[in-house]
């Protein structure tokens, strides 16, 4: 993923593995990649575990609530099977969250 949005125009590299807090201080998610100045992350999903969706899903709304950050999610399949429309999608939650600013 850190290849395909080196790709985008205008993009700093991304924060990695970034801790998320919440109003009070108390842990609420490490994100994969991020970019805080424009207000938006970036998850990779796996399949490896049986609950894994939904896990990932309850993470994304807490992340989104304590920072109302747009998000991304994509598989690795996505990413190394499908880069071109990856970077397609990546490209239009960066339009937003420049929008947003």
Do not use: N
């Not at 080196?6 to 991020?34: H, K, M, N, T």
């Not at 970019?35 to 970036?42: E, H, I, K, Q, S």
């Amino acid at each position: 993923m850190v290849q395909l949005v080196r790709d985008i125009d205008d993009l700093d590299p991304p924060v990695r593995q970034y801790e998320v807090s919440d109003e009070y201080g108390a842990f609420v998610a490490r994100i994969d990649l991020c970019w805080p100045t424009l207000g938006f992350f970036l998850e990779l999903d796996g399949q490896h575990h049986r609950d894994q969706p939904v896990y990932d899903a309850r993470g994304e709304t807490a992340i989104v609530a304590a920072t109302g950050w747009l998000p991304g999610r994509f598989t690795w399949k996505e990413v190394v099977e499908l880069p071109t429309t990856t970077r397609r999608r990546v490209r239009a939650v960066v339009g937003q969250a420049r929008r947003r600013r």
